[in-house]
């Protein structure tokens, strides 16, 4: 392992010193970022190389409007709130669903198994599942509706804000503020759409795209290998984390994906609106949908705290560069979504990181 992680370190300083410019390296998963962080993989990186943490966060990506209509369903009194636990302290407009819990309707889950249970336990309630999450966790969302529609589970809905992360990929290269050499791609997305999804990427903006597992030495090697195509002038999809991910992905969980849901347009925090980047539930099972049974819509919301977690989503600024950060925002105390989870990059830069 050893030897792996200095031949990793080597070209990595080979690049950096070949071209006397920095390489620009966005990773594209709050797990990567957690990771970099805890194992100090930066400590022993060139100078020459700089590490951008993008939009791979599925809670901070959320948009403010989003947050603000699961706290109004919230407040009702027919509703049942039904979400997983990182999402419990997100600020929105007015609150979070943590300040909502002592009306007694607001539950978190393990499971979407778990939010199933709470809509037959709860005949009364027309149970809302927070649905959040990149592509890892939406087949488990459409598993869920699948079982309500077979179980006839009428007060079962789900509030889609499902994100596509390569839509997002490229936003961000369609956009000439950001400058990015190459994207160390997510690990576990990568397991259901499979390393040839980000082919379209490369063909369209000629940028490296390396998947890369989560242990330090698996990263440094997926930095290397982004380092090498960038020194050699030269842009392929490649896979160092051979061991779960694959060229196809994973078949089956993308079939029922597709059969519950189709891509739209959708909000993110900080990127805007990015065509065909949400998964909304289809016409079919429309039924299940809380923002057909509610008659509510998303729109963005500005967020007036002051927070610029959006700008650091995009790569454009670190967190010690937000005037909150360390200060009014902290994970006891957090202002913005980037702080609240735990592959937030602003916890990750307030626990690991130099908080200057």
């Avoid at 509030?159 to 791609?185: E, R, Y």
């Avoid at 890369?212 to 960038?230: M, N, S």
């Amino acid at each position: 392992m050893f030897d792996k992680i200095q031949k990793a370190q080597a070209a990595i300083q080979q690049t950096c010193d070949q071209l006397g410019h920095h390489v620009r390296i966005m990773e594209v998963c709050g797990t990567h970022t957690v990771a970099i962080f805890r194992s100090g993989i930066k400590s022993i990186l060139p100078k020459g190389l700089r590490l951008i943490s993008g939009p791979g966060c599925p809670v901070c990506v959320t948009d403010q409007g989003y947050i603000d209509l699961v706290l109004q369903l919230a407040d009702r009194d027919d509703t049942l709130i039904a979400t997983y636990g990182d999402m419990i302290r997100v600020p929105g407009g007015n609150g979070s669903l943590e300040t909502r819990q002592s009306r007694g309707n607001v539950r978190v889950v393990l499971s979407t198994d778990d939010a199933l249970n709470l809509a037959v336990e709860n005949p009364a309630k027309t149970v809302v599942f927070v649905a959040v999450g990149f592509e890892t966790t939406t087949p488990a969302t459409a598993v869920a509706v699948k079982g309500a529609a077979a179980r006839g589970l009428d007060n079962f809905t789900i509030l889609s804000n499902h994100k596509l992360v390569i839509p997002a990929m490229t936003a961000l290269l369609s956009d000439p503020q950001t400058q990015i050499d190459g994207f160390l791609c997510p690990g576990h997305v990568s397991v259901i759409l499979g390393y040839g999804a980000y082919r379209p990427v490369v063909e369209q903006f000629a940028r490296p795209c390396v998947v890369a597992g989560f242990e330090p030495v698996q990263i440094l090697e997926g930095l290397a290998e982004i380092c090498r195509q960038v020194a050699d002038k030269r842009a392929q999809v490649a896979n160092v984390y051979c061991a779960v991910v694959t060229e196809q992905g994973n078949a089956t969980a993308r079939q029922i994906v597709d059969e519950c849901f189709e891509p739209a347009d959708g909000y993110w925090r900080g990127l805007g609106s990015i065509p065909g980047s949400t998964l909304k539930l289809r016409a079919t099972l429309r039924h299940y949908d809380a923002f057909e049974r509610f008659g509510i819509t998303e729109t963005p919301a500005e967020d007036l705290t002051g927070c610029r977690c959006g700008q650091v989503l995009c790569g454009r600024i670190e967190p010690p560069q937000c005037p909150l950060f360390a200060g009014r925002c902290t994970p006891d105390t957090p202002v913005g979504a980037c702080m609240v989870s735990s592959e937030g990059t602003c916890a990750a830069w307030f626990k690991y990181g130099d908080r200057r």
